[in-house]
T-cell receptor, first 114, second 109 residues
Framework: DQQVKQNSPSLSVQEGRISILNCDYT??????FLWYKKYPAEGPTFLIS?????DKNEDGRFTVFLNKSAKHLSLHIVPSQPGDSAVYFC?????????????FGKGTRLSVIA | NAGVTQTPKFRVLKTGQSMTLLCAQDMNHEYMYWYRQDPGMGLRLIHYSVGEGTTAKGEVPDGYNVSRLKKQNFLLGLESAAPSQTSVYFC????????FGSGTRLTVV
């Protein structure tokens, strides 16, 4: 059973607009969440993270929102740029009792159209 | 992906052959992981290690073995390759935000 779900396999957005990528999780023990970005033929790279004690974390054009009651997080990219075109993975972990390995979603392919 | 080196980058195997994938790190991390990425399946954990001499199973460990004899190296072995093991394999290191290698693309024919 999937613990981390990204229900949209793909998303297409115009350059300059907002991109919103969504992620749902089922394990209420998760307390640390991350987003990774992956270009073709490269390894995933860390983008942004959020702890369960927060509901928002911002880093430049990237903001992650966490709604614990809904077990939902989202990544907002504003403004979107063509270089943001990549696959985005949501990941989650349990850290309070010793780190467990990250569990990843299936990914969402973002295409930013110029 | 500085600090995490995977070898080889590409390999084609025949069914039943064996091979070892090497992950080497120079960041002195205790934690190392092997993931596989398949279309529509995301990244799935195969095995991981929390320190030299330790290994543990992940979500999809069948058909693979691992060893962590030295802190800086984490080896993933396929004893008898099967077409279902055709995938892109990623090594990662770290405790919270992982650093990934650039991947090994393996095709089993």
């Amino acid at each position: 059973d999937q613990q981390v779900k990204q229900n949209s396999p793909s998303l297409s957005v115009q350059e300059g607009r907002i991109s919103i990528l969504n992620c749902d999780y089922t394990n209420s023990m998760f307390d640390y969440f991350l987003w990774y970005k992956k270009y073709p033929a490269e390894g995933p790279t860390f983008l942004i993270s959020i702890s369960s004690i927060k509901d928002k974390n911002e880093d430049g054009r990237f903001t992650v929102f966490l709604n614990k009651s809904a077990k939902h997080l989202s990544l907002h990219i504003v403004p979107s740029q063509p270089g943001d075109s990549a696959v985005y993975f949501c990941a989650a972990s349990v850290t309070f009792s010793g780190n467990t390995p990250l569990v990843f979603g299936k990914g969402t392919r973002l295409s930013v159209i110029a | 992906n500085a600090g995490v080196t995977q070898t080889p980058k590409f390999r084609v195997l025949k069914t039943g052959q064996s091979m070892t994938l090497l992950c080497a790190q120079d960041m002195n991390h205790e934690y190392m992981y092997w993931y596989r990425q398949d279309p529509g399946m995301g990244l799935r954990l195969i095995h991981y290690s929390v320190g030299e001499g330790t290994t543990a199973k992940g979500e999809v460990p069948d058909g693979y073995n691992v060893s962590r004899l030295k802190k800086q190296n984490f080896l993933l072995g396929l004893e008898s390759a099967a077409p279902s093991q055709t995938s892109v394999y990623f090594c990662a290191i770290g405790a919270y935000g992982y650093t990934f290698g650039s991947g090994t693309r393996l095709t089993v024919v």
